[in-house]
């Protein structure tokens, strides 16, 4: 092999790297891009679970406030039965 035969394939071999070069520099912009939509999804997952987390507390508390009520009803009125029972023998 000649000189000249071997800087011409030592040309076309480098161009080769070049183009190469060229789609691995494509491929590593896009895994970054990637990269910062994962970060930013995962920031926005973080903060939808937060809120579910408060709305789920919110929730629990307005079901919650039925059943106390109910139960407040029911004691009033036992309270108020036996209170009257024990005036309506009491005063005989």
């Known amino acids: 092999m000649t000189d000249s035969e071997r ?3 030592l040309e076309e071999r480098s161009k080769s790297i070049e183009q190469r070069m060229i789609k691995v520099e494509s491929i590593v912009e896009n895994i970054n891009s ?12 973080g903060n939808q679970v937060e809120e579910q987390k408060r709305t789920n507390e919110r929730l629990e508390k307005i079901e919650s406030e039925p059943r106390d009520l109910w139960k407040n009803v029911k004691t009033s009125v036992i309270v108020a039965l036996i209170t009257g029972i024990i005036t309506y023998f009491g005063s005989r």
């Open 34 to 45: 990637l990269t910062l939509s994962m970060e930013r999804f995962s920031v926005i997952l």
């Open 7 to 9: 800087i011409v394939a």
